[in-house]
């Protein structure tokens, strides 16, 4: 997290004078840029100038002291679309996938103030003002209750949940002027979902909800350990939790193999469980949901704001997809594929069959009853230019439906933690029980 504090432009009006502000600074920086490069006999084209690494600080920095839907937007484009997006451009967004700037603590007071009352300290025994994570809705702030227990309180940023269309909105008129996203890649419905999202998780009230479903589903299941919400000290802008004890899940990359081994499995493990028995699915990969206890071996949920609920139909689609795709039945997996909400378009047949070859493709860690070692598998980077191929060079990405960005987004996530620990696990035995068909 940074350690510079912000205030976060709360009114409208100050937002788009920020991304105002911020187009004049990247249209100075590309002037400056390329009157350097003239002199030098050089003659740099446009997008070239937009994606200098100043330009690339100016717009990371800008968006993460906006926070919100400005940064979420970035982060969004940068973890679904950055297979299509040029390289530059998704490493400027990539960059917003690390922590926000903090709220001054005079703005946090205000916050508190409106969220608990002008005595909201008397509700505490002790109140941190200093974050533990400050992120694009909020931050994270370290309390004691006055029976003793210690407390995580999540504060939202002023003004966020009522900025959300027109941050999202403005964002990307700032990148179209920009020329950063490609006049070929259809966006638009990935943005009408990332409102929808956001508006979920700006409501912590019903992210309590969705915590409180997650505990009672794995309650009595000792793998898993989630906080308690206490609701008297929680509104739509504020939740206040239980605080949870834990390491954080990349940190484990430097602990020995079976404990990399189990913490993935658990990761895994809890999805299919989402997907095919709870129909509830925690859709962020951001590694930082999630901790993992080494003395009992547990694996700690922390955030649940983007949470999706999927149908019966959903659901069973993709049963039967990874069920034909063990058996590389190609007329299985179309069917499955057309169930799930895929070629909803007219499609051509060689866009099809595109599309089932990239799922077989995903499928590679699943297909064999025996362990698969991510650390030595160059499958994401594979994933990578097979859906970039798809995308660009077919025209396809407008197709798939939100539903399946938003759990594909997860798998793949997943799948990265999965080789930045350097995993070995067999991928097969936890997913076999919700299966239709098995491995021949």
């Not at 800008?62 to 451009?89: F, H, N, T, Y």
């Not at 996938?97 to 969220?115: D, G, I, K, S, Y």
């Not at 989630?226 to 430097?254: F, K, N």
């Not at 962020?284 to 149908?311: H, I, M």
Request: include cysteine; aromatic fraction near 8%; charged fraction near 20%.
């Amino acid at each position: 997290m940074s350690s510079d504090n912000k205030k976060v432009p709360q009114h409208r009006f100050s937002r788009m004078a920020s991304l105002a502000s911020l187009a004049t600074r990247v249209a100075g920086g590309m002037i400056s840029e390329g009157a350097q490069q003239l002199a030098k006999g050089q003659r740099p084209k446009a997008k070239d100038l937009l994606l200098t690494p100043g330009n690339a600080k100016r717009i990371a920095d800008q968006l993460s002291q906006l926070r919100g839907a400005a940064m979420k937007v970035g982060q969004l484009l940068s973890m679904d679309a950055g297979d299509l997006l040029p390289a530059e451009l998704t490493a400027i967004l990539s960059r917003l996938r690390a922590n926000a700037h903090a709220m001054p603590p005079r703005q946090l007071a205000e916050v508190l103030t409106q969220e608990l009352g002008a005595n909201w300290q008397d509700s505490f025994s002790q109140f941190s003002f200093t974050p533990l994570a400050a992120a694009s809705i909020g931050q994270v702030h370290q309390a004691h209750a006055d029976d003793g227990r210690s407390l995580a309180i999540k504060v939202q940023y002023p003004g966020i949940s009522a900025s959300i269309d027109s941050d999202v909105d403005n964002v990307v008129t700032l990148l179209n002027i920009s020329g950063l996203i490609p006049k070929s890649v259809d966006y638009r419905h990935l943005l009408t979902e990332a409102k929808r999202q956001l508006r979920a998780e700006a409501d912590y009230l019903l992210e309590a909800q969705q915590l409180s479903r997650f505990g009672a589903l794995l309650a009595g299941d000792n793998d898993f350990a989630l906080p308690q919400v206490l609701p008297e000290l929680s509104s739509r802008h504020l939740l206040t939790m239980t605080y949870m004890d834990g390491s954080p899940i990349e940190g484990l990359a430097e602990q020995p193999l079976e404990v990399r081994n189990h913490a993935v499995s658990l990761l895994f493990s809890l999805l299919f469980k989402e997907l095919f028995e709870f129909r509830l699915v925690q859709t962020d990969p951001n590694f930082a949901n999630y901790l993992y206890q080494l003395d009992n071996q547990k694996l700690v949920l922390l955030d649940f704001g983007a949470t999706r609920e999927y149908s019966a139909s959903f659901s069973e689609g993709y049963r039967q997809l990874f069920s034909a795709a063990l058996q590389y039945d190609d007329a299985g997996m179309e069917a499955a594929l057309v169930q799930i909400g895929f070629f909803s378009e007219e499609v051509a047949s060689s866009q099809r069959q595109a599309v089932i070859k990239l799922v077989h493709l995903a499928c590679e860690p699943v297909r064999c009853d025996q362990e698969y070692d991510f650390g030595n598998s160059d499958l994401a980077t594979q994933l990578r230019e097979g859906g970039t191929r798809l995308s660009m060079e077919q025209g396809y990405w407008h197709s798939p439906p939100a539903d399946a960005l938003f759990l594909h987004r997860k798998i793949g996530g997943l799948y990265l933690l999965a080789a930045r620990l350097k995993a070995k696990i067999n991928l097969y035995a936890l997913l076999a029980p919700h299966l239709i068909a098995k491995v021949p």
